[in-house]
Nanobody, 128 residues
Framework: QVQLVESGGGSVQAGGSLRLSCAAS????????MAWFRQAPGKEREGVAS????????YYADSVKGRFTISQDNAKNTVYLQMNSLKSEDTAMYYC?????????????????????WGQGTQVTVSS
């Protein structure tokens, strides 16, 4: 089992930036993908960005392309989400997730059901 702990959330004005961190521990050796999801009140959880831990390939939701960047530091077992040009609609609880299976289809990379380890979440609030 992989344990995930997110940090870095907070309140920011529209147009501002935040960087989220996700520290992984436990049986991380067979983790194939790491991802960030978010869930706003009354809405379904949606995939934001995903990264392949082996090759470093990334995949983003259309709503965040060009504004968010996912990256990883394998030595620290940490994944980051740099969020720039934040909008009020980015307000949500952000969750880190890990998948041990190889996700062979691009569209799987942002599907919550493909991930089997989750963090507790960190709140991001963007005020306009």
């Amino acid at each position: 089992q992989v344990q995930l702990v997110e940090s870095g959330g907070g309140s920011v004005q529209a147009g501002g930036s935040l960087r989220l961190s996700c520290a992984a521990s436990g049986y991380t050796y067979n983790t194939q993908h790491m991802a960030w999801f978010r869930q706003a009140p009354g809405k379904e959880r949606e995939g934001v960005a995903s990264i392949s831990t082996g090759g470093g390939s990334t995949y983003y939701a259309d709503s965040v392309k060009g504004r968010f960047t996912i990256s990883q530091d394998n030595a620290k077992n940490t994944v980051y989400l740099q969020m720039n040009s934040l909008k009020s609609e980015d307000t949500a609880m952000y969750y880190c997730a890990a998948a041990q299976a190889t996700l062979v289809m691009w569209r799987w990379w942002l599907q919550a059901g493909r991930y089997n380890s989750w963090g507790q979440g960190t709140q991001v609030t963007v005020s306009s």
